[in-house]
């Protein structure tokens, strides 16, 4: 079994960062695919970022590129994403998945591993 523990949520104003981290611990590799997806209050679970199990290969949703980024340290097993530049509509809760496999997706039928997710909110 997996285990995907996400943390960094919190409230910020708009404009300002926050950073969320992932750290997975059981049986899992290293290297495998992560994703961080959000889904904010009557709507679906959606995209956020990706990054391969190097770390070489990432992907973004258009709504986060250039303010969002996703970087891992496979010695800690924990992936990060850095948001700058938050708006209201950031405010969601976010999740962190992994899949069985070192390739990136935007699909989240792809991942088979969740965490249970960190509130983020942000204020106009």
């Known amino acids: 079994q997996v285990q995907l523990v996400e943390s960094g949520g919190g409230l910020v104003q708009a404009g300002g960062s926050l950073r969320l981290w992932c750290e997975a611990s059981g049986r899992t590799s290293s290297s495998s695919a992560r994703g961080w997806f959000r889904q904010a209050p009557g709507k679906e679970r959606e995209f956020v970022a990706a990054?391969?199990?190097?770390?070489?290969?990432?992907i973004y949703a258009d709504s986060v590129k250039g303010r969002f980024t996703i970087s891992r340290d496979n010695a800690k097993n924990t992936v990060y994403l850095q948001m700058n530049s938050l708006k209201p509509e950031d405010t969601a809760v976010y999740y962190c998945a992994a899949r069985p496999t070192v390739f990136t997706s935007k699909d989240s039928r792809q991942y088979n591993y969740w965490g249970q997710g960190t509130q983020v909110t942000v204020s106009s």
């Open positions: 990054i391969s199990g190097s770390g070489s290969s990432t």
